[in-house]
């Protein structure tokens, strides 16, 4: 079965039907952000636990991290101050 056919297949129900599917696909996405999300948080465990995870809240110090590193980091506040731009 296609793409399409299940778009098509969907015209064809009531839209209680449709309701309930659409329900369900809003369920079976959440679910797959948490597994992401999950499994971000077990690498990112590795990697602090090999020591590759540097946090700073030094505006000069994260610019040298980012200077030094191939990933883009986003600034986060670690305090109540006004959030920083990305960078």
Same mark, same amino acid.
């Given at each position: 079965m296609t793409f399409n056919d299940v778009v098509e297949a969907i015209k064809d129900i009531s839209t209680n039907e449709k309701q309930e599917n659409q329900q =369900? =696909?809003?369920q079976y996405i959440r679910e797959k952000r948490r597994d992401q /999300?999950?499994?971000n948080f077990k690498l990112a465990q590795v990697e602090?636990?090999?020591g590759e995870v540097k946090? @700073?809240?030094h /505006? @000069? #110090?994260m610019r040298? =991290? /980012? #200077?030094e590193s191939s990933w883009k980091l !986003? =600034? !986060?506040p670690l305090s109540n101050a006004p959030p920083q731009k990305n960078i």
């Open positions: =369900l =696909l809003n /999300i999950y499994h602090h636990q090999k946090f @700073s809240d /505006i @000069s #110090e040298q =991290l /980012i #200077e !986003v =600034l !986060v």
